[in-house]
């Protein structure tokens, strides 16, 4: 079993940062591929950003150039620099974790999930 804990989520004006950070613990070594999620009220959760252990990654376009996935394997962390928030980045950010194909996998293939953080961005 493996527990992912999100941390750093708060509120910030738009053309502001965070940086989020994900812990993992348990049985880590099933874990390949983690991400970062979002879910905004009334809407579908998307893929933020992707990162393999070998450090291959993914980003969905509206954040591209704008936040910055990275990961820490000795310390079984990830984490997502955000920088110049956009009021349409609000949204409930979670941590995914899992064996999976790699960062263009889908979210269905993620085992483990963190509860998540709460970012909102005020216009």
């Known amino acids: 079993q493996v527990q992912l804990v999100e941390s750093g989520g708060g509120l910030v004006q738009a053309g502001g940062s965070l940086r989020l950070s994900c812990a993992a613990s348990g049985s880590i070594f099933s874990i390949n591929t983690m991400a970062w999620y979002r879910q905004a009220p009334g809407k579908r959760r998307e893929l933020v950003a992707a990162v393999t252990s070998g450090g291959s990654t993914n980003y969905a376009d509206s954040v591209l150039g704008r936040f910055t996935i990275s990961r820490d394997n000795a310390k079984n962390a990830v984490y997502l620099q955000m920088n110049s928030l956009k009021p349409e980045d609000t949204a409930g950010y979670y941590c995914?974790?899992?064996?999976?194909?790699?960062?263009?996998?889908?979210?269905?293939?993620?085992?483990?999930w963190g509860r998540g953080t709460q970012v909102t961005v005020s216009s």
């Open positions: 995914a974790g899992g064996g999976v194909r790699g960062p263009f996998a889908p979210d269905y293939e993620y085992d483990y």
